[in-house]
């Protein structure tokens, strides 16, 4: 069975697995303790057009079933299953990485490291209140600054950013996964 292109990253106490599927419908996944099976309908990275889904994840380990759930996005599926156990896997399957490497890969964006502190935002780590960062220092000698004037010759040119293709959608904020 061809897998669906994966990425994880986990917690001490859940698994974060994003299916990339674009344009999903009739998704259905089911968690037992020691797997994820999913179906639907959907279009993955190597196709064009959507195409019937049907996939099967056999964990390293055990998941509590009745607590996990799924949220279908835009752009991907995205699934928080949590550990029956504690701990950390560092790896999803009972697989060979060689045998995992087409399709299975670290979710780097979501990924924390063991050490790192689990009760922080997700996502922007420790960047705190990034509008400090107009009060930084070590920018003077800019006083003559005030008298540049306009730019000749750019009267009529439109300052809005309006046209320009907006950034695809970001994955879902991981507390509203975990909020299930």
Same mark, same amino acid.
């Given at each position: 069975?061809?897998?669906?292109? #994966? ?6 106490? *859940?698994?974060?697995? #994003?299916?990339?599927?674009? !344009? &999903? +419908? ?5 968690? #037992?303790?020691? +797997?994820? @099976?999913?179906?639907?309908? =959907?279009? #993955?990275? *190597?196709? @064009?057009?959507?195409? =019937?889904?049907?996939?099967?994840? +056999? ?8 607590? @996990? ?11 928080? &299953? ?17 045998? +995992?490497?087409?399709?299975? @890969? ?5 990924? *924390? ?23 930084? !220092?070590?920018? =003077?000698?800019?006083?003559?600054? =005030? ?8 009267? !009529? ?24």
């Amino acid at each position: 069975m061809a897998h669906i292109p #994966t990425k994880w990253a986990e917690r001490k106490d *859940k698994l974060y697995v #994003t299916l990339q599927v674009s !344009g &999903a +419908t009739d998704v259905d996944v089911k968690f #037992t303790e020691n +797997t994820i @099976s999913i179906t639907g309908k =959907g279009i #993955t990275p *190597k196709a @064009s057009e959507p195409h =019937g889904l049907n996939d099967k994840i +056999t964990l390293l380990k055990e998941i509590i079933p009745e607590k @996990s759930s799924f949220k279908v996005l835009g752009v991907a599926i995205q699934v928080c &299953a949590v550990k029956k156990e504690e701990g950390y896997w560092n790896k999803l399957v009972n697989q060979s990485s060689s045998s +995992t490497a087409n399709w299975l @890969s670290v979710d780097w964006n979501l990924w *924390k490291d063991e050490d790192e502190d689990d009760d922080g935002p997700a996502g922007f780590g420790d960047y705190g209140d990034l509008s400090n960062m107009m009060n930084m !220092g070590g920018m =003077g000698g800019m006083d003559g600054m =005030g008298g540049m004037g306009g730019m000749e010759g750019m009267e !009529g040119m439109d300052d809005s950013d309006d046209d320009e293709d907006e950034a695809p959608a970001q994955a879902a904020d991981l507390q509203d996964l975990d909020a299930k």
